[in-house]
């Protein structure tokens, strides 16, 4: 195999990696899905920083409103390779240690009044993975607004993919960039052609997943689950009860049924089958497995019709009886 060759085949193992762990993230609006979300797509191209942003865009690249941005960090190939975490919540000892690197780039994130690049080229398809560079028409992309978020940080290039989240009219995105970290054979990484191949290869999960989370459409009256929610939730999905979750969170049964009656209210569950169907992302938000009301069908089975027998047919001895002569 040439040198082309591996690389094509090292970037779709990479996407293979970066898709389980998508598949992973919870089908609700949790407060930390966009860190999340950064943390699965680092290891498209580790080592690397990513960070994800949910907002909304003019076709000018003027950001209107931003609804949510995470950050998340993969320093290494070997972390890249570790097995995919199974819980939806996660230790603060059990993240990577570039905690300053992603609050330093979240908080301008946050700033971010302009993407540095129009919206209007995303074509049919609403998808667009480029580099840094060809989204600002410049090799200068740490100086323009593009790379406003960058400065100061250890990456050497940035790669940008942008997926319209809305189903009309695209005015609503979720922005990945992920900036490349240290040193390859001749320098400095740099994008490339693989790079941003499994970047676009990868677009149409983040945003089927992002839509599953966050709903197709901004809502303003969207209410987040909080962190106790998430655990609470988890546990149900293992199947736990009410009881066992108490114990295992150090709660009062009471307490974690006030939690549950809050999930259903907020992912619009009518039964704890729906509840847990919603959380895996098997039914979108608004549906109904059963309509609240409607009665079971019962399934009438058809009389089997038996045959008449023929009648019994009993067969006694004759015995002769002789009498005195």
């Not at 779709?12 to 389980?20: I, L």
């Not at 497995?289 to 038996?306: Q, S």
Request: hydrophobic residues 40%.
């Amino acid at each position: 195999m040439g040198e082309s060759g591996q690389a094509i085949a090292s970037a779709m193992e990479s996407v293979v990696r970066a898709s389980e762990r998508l598949c992973g993230l919870p089908a609700v609006a949790t407060l930390d899905w966009s860190d999340r979300a950064a943390r699965a797509l680092s290891v498209l191209m580790a080592p690397s920083r990513v960070c994800t942003m949910i907002l909304r865009a003019e076709l000018s690249g003027r950001v209107s409103v931003l609804e949510a941005s995470g950050c998340g960090s993969c320093t290494s190939r070997a972390a890249a390779n570790q097995p995919v975490a199974a819980a939806w919540t996660e230790d603060d000892a059990a993240l990577d240690e570039s905690g300053g690197v992603e609050l330093s780039v979240r908080s301008r994130a946050d700033r971010l009044r302009e993407l540095g690049f129009r919206l209007d080229g995303l074509g049919p398809t609403g998808i667009v993975a480029a580099s840094a560079a060809r989204l600002a028409g410049t090799e200068l992309w740490r100086t323009a607004p593009i790379g406003s978020m960058w400065v100061g940080t250890d990456i050497s290039d940035l790669l940008i993919g942008v997926a319209a989240l809305d189903e009309g009219t695209p005015r609503r995105y979720i922005v990945v960039e992920i900036g490349l970290m240290g040193h390859g054979a001749v320098g400095p990484r740099r994008i490339s052609p693989e790079n941003q191949a499994a970047l676009q290869a990868i677009l149409p999960l983040l945003s089927h997943r992002a839509r599953l989370a966050l709903g197709s459409a901004q809502d303003a009256s969207q209410t987040w689950l909080t962190v106790r929610e998430q655990q609470v939730l988890e546990q149900l999905v293992l199947g736990k009860s009410v009881r066992q979750i108490a114990d295992d969170l150090e709660r009062s049964p009471h307490t974690v049924h006030d939690h549950v009656k809050s999930l259903h209210r907020k992912l619009g569950a009518s039964s704890r089958g729906e509840l847990i169907a919603r959380a895996l992302g098997y039914i979108e938000e608004g549906t109904r497995i059963r309509d609240r009301g409607e009665e079971p069908r019962t399934i009438t089975e058809p009389k089997l019709v038996r045959e008449q027998e023929p009648p019994e047919i009993i067969v006694r001895s004759s015995e002769r009886v002789e009498t005195d002569r």
